[in-house]
Nanobody, 115 residues
Framework: QVQLVESGGGLVQPGGSLRLSCAASGNIFIIYTMAWYRQAPGKQRELVATITRGGHTNYPESVKGRFTISRDNAKNTVYLQMNSLKPEDAAVYYC?????????WGQGTQVTVSS
């Protein structure tokens, strides 16, 4: 049993920034890849960023250059720094972690981008 808890969501103006955190707890041996996904109303859940245990990152073109994923392996925590936020970034953001030969999901944190 692994639990993921996201935090840091909220309301920001276009062009603003937010930093999301996701802490894993429970029966953990090693967490391999961690990732952030998002889902806006009426849309499919989409991948935002991934990071391997060694720190290799990947981003889709929609967020590349604006978002940065990072992790602290000692704390089993992954972060998402979001800069230059756009209205289209508004969504519920979900944390994902690969561990114990399974994928785990958090409950999500709401990000609203509005002026």
């Amino acid at each position: 049993q692994v639990q993921l808890v996201e935090s840091g969501g909220g309301l920001v103006q276009p062009g603003g920034s937010l930093r999301l955190s996701c802490a894993a707890s429970g029966n953990i041996f090693i967490i391999y890849t961690m990732a952030w996904y998002r889902q806006a109303p009426g849309k499919q859940r989409e991948l935002v960023a991934t990071i391997t245990r060694g720190g290799h990152t990947n981003y889709p073109e929609s967020v590349k250059g604006r978002f940065t994923i990072s992790r602290d392996n000692a704390k089993n925590t992954v972060y998402l720094q979001m800069n230059s936020l756009k209205p289209e970034d508004a969504a519920v953001y979900y944390c994902n972690a690969e561990s114990n030969n399974q994928y785990y999901w958090g409950q999500g944190t709401q990000v609203t981008v509005s002026s």
